[in-house]
């Protein structure tokens, strides 16, 4: 999918969500009101649900505000504390997991944001949706020189830092964390995050860390066929600006990282059983070869989750899909 100039500088125009001729469109950008129409067509026909109202223009359904790369630095430190920001602001892109995988090895912390994913990735495989302009798909790639054995932590570290963000919002006190990497509110998907390890010749270790925040979607009612999710709009009926969150989002991200690096995942327990969704409920955990069901117990310091059988036997688990026990 590729969006010509013309059409990022339409979409800007469009973006204060009020309705807008096609002379005064056509004259802000100097082309004519015949070219702004078949602009607006193409963007229409990637997806993107600009009105035509007769007589009158061409009207986005909500505010829009683009991503924009100086923006985004402007929120962020020029001090940092592993290593400096390197930003990377695309339109339109597979996945931005993907992008930082392929990038050549740097000394900066790399991040990608998108406007749409084509072809968000998920764990075990799922597809995320990822329409334009609406969520944060954000993934930042991390040198740490750190111990390998140690890291399955890292899913809940960015869970908190995630939840740390969004509690700096202070929009809700329903946003819970489910083992190991989701981000709940009312029982609905408002966050996920896609952990990726690329182990380095020298020792080092490369980290991946994708975001998929649902910021302006009206999840209400956009309901997705496999499971119920949700937004921040749907929580605050409000549009957020996703430049400043990506920023909070990195500044926690690294805050929370190096706080990991020089202790380990015992000093967050406390903050993570505060907001544990699945402890002392009954849940089944699949695995790749079988599903456990018991009572959740919370984390031991390695991260594993508790599970207590029917017979009292503890299993400690380092991965798994969890889902509530239907009753
Ligand atoms: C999950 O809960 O299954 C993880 C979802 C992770 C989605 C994000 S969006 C940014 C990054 N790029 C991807 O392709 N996936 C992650």
Known sequence: MHFTSSQLILLQLLGDGGC?????????????????????????????????????????????????????????????????????????????????????????????????QTQGRGRFGRHWHSPFGENIYCSSRWNLNYDFTKLSGLSLVTSLAILATLNELDISPNIKIKWPNDILWNHKKLCGSLIEILAESNGNIQVIIGIGLNV?????????????????????????DRNVLIAKLIINLERYLTKFIH????????????????????????????????????INQLGQLILQDKSGTKHFLSSGDTSLHEK
């Open 216 to 240: 302006n979607t009206d999840t209400q009612n956009h309901p997705l066929p496999d499971k119920p999710w949700c937004s921040l709009y749907e929580i605050t009926k409000q549009y957020f």
């Open 263 to 298: 202790q380990d995942l015992s000093s967050f327990l406390d903050e993570w059983n505060k907001s544990d969704y699945l402890f002392g409920k009954k849940i089944n955990v699949t695995q790749s070869l079988d599903t456990l069901s018991g009572v959740a117990c919370g």
């Open 20 to 116: 807008h001729s096609g002379s005064e469109l056509g004259a802000a950008i100097g082309i004519t009101r015949s070219a702004i129409w078949k602009q607006i067509n193409q963007l229409i026909d990637s997806g993107i649900p600009v009105k035509r109202i007769r007589h009158q223009g061409y009207q986005l359904p909500n505010p829009l505000i683009l991503l924009n790369k100086e923006k985004i630095m402007g929120h962020l430190p020029l001090q940092t504390q592993l290593a400096p920001f390197n930003m990377h602001v695309v339109t339109s892109i597979d996945s931005t997991n993907r992008y930082l995988k392929e990038l050549p090895p740097s000394n900066t912390v790399d991040i990608c944001c998108a406007e749409i």
